[in-house]
């Protein structure tokens, strides 16, 4: 049986990359949506399981000490990884994957699984980011303006990544990122 695929979306924060990903999911009945542990507790509406394994500090740190993540961070005070053996399990089936991860974990991904394909998502333009990170209207002066000085850091590791989609129109994007999905996916029955 074929190994399977693994995608890697990364973008900085207010780029648009869940809305991007929500958007494909239905497109790719067949891939499979990686699920992240992290130590922050569940915001209105997350179920456990669903949009994240929310766990202890103590069970995470756990995890890392037994090497049980492909990457993992600590960003604004809580931890956050991926579990690496549902990801080799799907990959080993044959099967695709998506990660929604940051760019530092992307990075640790690839070291990694070299044969990953990477997708970085952007804003056209810093002052367009900033206007989607106000728009939210759920974020602190202080948040907006780390999140724009990390998507700075961030922009500068695109290089990273096999694909640069600019997410200035919505339906593009999501046209374009199809497209890398189809044309980096493996054949089917090989």
Not at 36 to 49: F, I, K, L, M, Q
Not at 103 to 128: C, E, T
Request: glycine letters at 8%.
């Amino acid at each position: 049986m074929a190994q399977g695929r693994l995608f890697v979306l990364s973008a900085p924060s207010g780029a648009g990359k869940s809305t991007l990903i929500s958007r494909l999911r239905p497109m790719f009945t067949d891939m499979l949506y990686s699920v992240s542990c992290t130590t922050r507790h569940p915001r209105a509406g997350e179920t456990d399981g669903v949009d994240y394994f929310f766990v202890s500090e103590d069970n995470f740190t756990n995890m890392v000490d037994k090497g049980e993540f492909l990457e993992w961070k600590q960003v604004h005070g809580n931890l956050y990884g991926t579990p690496a053996g549902p990801v080799l399990r799907v990959l080993s089936s044959g099967l695709r994957m998506i990660l929604d991860i940051d760019v530092q974990g992307a990075r640790d991904v690839f070291r990694k699984l070299n044969d990953a394909v990477g997708i970085f998502i952007s804003a056209p333009s810093m002052n367009i980011l900033e206007r989607r990170l106000r728009n939210r209207a759920s974020e602190s002066e202080e948040s907006i303006h780390t999140r724009l000085s990390n998507a700075a850091r961030e922009m500068e590791m695109a290089g990273l990544f096999r694909y640069h989609v600019v997410n200035d129109d919505l339906d593009t994007a999501v046209s374009e990122v199809a497209d890398i999905i189809r044309r980096e996916s493996p054949p089917i029955g090989q």
